[in-house]
């Protein structure tokens, strides 16, 4: 549901059992397809696995599997296997944009896609109401008048299945599953976002399965994620510090940090009621503007340089009273970039939500920018969604000596260079590359991609990330007709 999108924010496990890939690795056929928004022809299969791998005999579903193979004829047997983000995003609904990026890495390895259980293809947990097509139907009410209770619950009713197996702990078994179907000895990791972690569950479960591994945007299991207060208030004064060092930026929006703390306070007494086009039908469309509508609308903006420069303008609008700006930064959302919900409230309800504790209130809320109202909006959902904890302790530091490539952004608001860090003290065979001037998934936006490809060619070379500080900070939209420095 749309509603529950908005309280999650742009973001935003079992016993082991035992493991019979040779169960499921039989029944993988793959065949030419063609996808949605990718011109040319692929390659497309389901693979069978159990829903609960303690019984291999049990309740089965259906993984979905798309490959682009390698443009070279003899190419390198070891494909990239791509590991999506949310967590609850569909591999398979991104082949282009992937594609695109590792261009470069096709030219000798196929590129692989793997709806991960619950998104996609692959037993979608989707919980989205089909007559609403963007935000916008969610945010015409108060804060208050959503019953989040009733949300949830009716989200979950809507699947008949255990919810406790769509893990991240299950997600890996079935990659491996699907390498092992597709006769593939090893493969090559690329994970942004939530792909760090199940690509860092990958590497402990499955560790002979690797090749190397690119992790961008690394979330480790030990953090826990719906804990962003801190990320976000260091990448938003960031982006008030860069527009003050800009002297265009400086000039137009003198007082900016002001202005933001004046409309805060103008929505904290009293909300707005306002007109505005919606972004898909341009009907007119009356909002609700709330102190937790105008932060989760900035958040998204923080990921990507291109959307950040536009922060100033937008902000110094709303807080004119002219909201239209910052509304046409929600814009849209389209399927492409959807989180399937009943995915991504499966496993931070049972990774991660359950591990707050009081320390982490104070935290949160000593940010000045959003506070806790992302981690509160967690807790609640997962109240009344039905997983318990994980019995496995899935968030304990995984150590490998993988070759391993980290990558960051600095001004990335949800997954800090520290948190990298923190990866890399238990991976023996690491190398960590930060952009001062980049967002969140750093190969989406600078050089990064380049420098994955060669780490994946020849992991014991030594790599040269020194065209990162060739990215520089974008300068920032001062007027609606798009003038910057």
């Not at 029944?27 to 063609?34: D, F, G, R």
């Not at 933001?260 to 505005?276: A, D, H, M, P, W």
């Not at 506070?371 to 302790?393: H, L, R, Y």
């Amino acid at each position: 549901m749309h509603r529950l999108i908005t309280l999650i924010g742009c973001v935003v496990v079992l016993l082991l059992g035992f493991y019979l890939p040779s169960a499921t690795a039989t029944n993988l056929e793959m065949a030419p397809c063609h996808l949605k928004g990718f011109a040319e022809q692929v390659e497309c299969g389901y693979l069978s696995v159990p829903e609960n791998y303690a019984e291999p005999n049990g309740k089965t579903i259906a993984i979905h599997v798309v490959r682009l193979p390698a443009v070279a004829t003899a190419a390198d047997k070891d494909p990239l296997l791509f590991l999506a983000g949310g967590p609850g995003q569909a591999a398979t609904e991104i082949v282009g944009g992937i594609a695109r990026i590792f261009r470069d890495v096709r030219q000798t390895r196929d590129l692989l896609f793997i709806d991960q259980r619950g998104t996609g293809k692959s037993n979608p947990l989707d919980c989205e109401v089909t007559d609403l097509n963007t935000l916008w139907d969610a945010l015409v009410l108060e804060d208050n008048e959503l019953d989040i209770s009733t949300e949830i619950a009716a989200c979950a009713a809507k699947h008949k299945v255990n919810y406790q197996h769509y893990s991240t702990l299950n997600a890996v078994r079935d990659f491996d599953a699907v390498r092992e179907a597709l006769g593939y000895a090893q493969v090559n990791l690329y994970g942004g976002s939530y792909g760090t972690r199940s690509g860092l569950a990958y590497m402990r479960e499955f560790p002979a399965s690797i090749r190397v591994a690119v992790l961008d945007g690394v979330a480790p299991p030990q953090v826990k994620l719906g804990l962003f207060s801190q990320s976000a208030n260091a990448a938003f004064q960031r982006m008030l510090a860069d527009c003050a060092a800009q002297e265009a930026c400086h000039n137009t929006f003198p007082n900016l940090a002001e202005q933001y703390s004046q409309l805060i306070e103008r929505l904290g007494k009293q909300s707005e009621l306002v007109t505005v086009p919606d972004p898909r039908s341009h009907r007119p469309t009356d909002v609700r503007i709330t102190v937790n509508r105008i932060n989760q609308m900035i958040f998204p903006a923080l990921y990507s340089p291109r959307s950040r420069q536009l922060l100033p303008f937008v902000i110094s609008e709303a807080a004119a009273g002219n909201y239209l700006p910052i509304a046409g930064l929600s814009g849209p959302v389209d399927r492409e970039s959807a989180i399937y919900i009943g995915l991504h409230l499966s496993v931070i309800c049972q990774e991660d939500v359950h591990r707050i504790v009081a320390a982490d209130f104070e935290q949160e809320s000593a940010g000045q920018y959003m506070g806790s109202t992302m981690m509160e909006n967690f807790i609640a959902m997962c109240v009344e969604w039905p997983v318990m904890p994980s019995e496995t302790p899935v968030w304990e530091p995984v150590s490998s000596d993988i070759p391993t490539l980290l990558l960051s952004g600095e001004q990335d608001p949800v997954t800090p260079p520290a948190w990298a860090e923190l990866a890399a003290a238990t991976l023996s065979n690491v190398t960590h590359a930060v952009a001062a001037a980049g967002g969140h998934t750093i190969a989406s936006h600078t050089c990064a991609n380049e420098i994955a490809t060669q780490f994946i060619r020849n992991p014991s070379a030594t790599v040269d990330t020194s065209c990162l500080a060739e990215t520089k900070v974008l300068p920032f939209l001062l007027n609606i007709n798009a003038r910057g420095m």
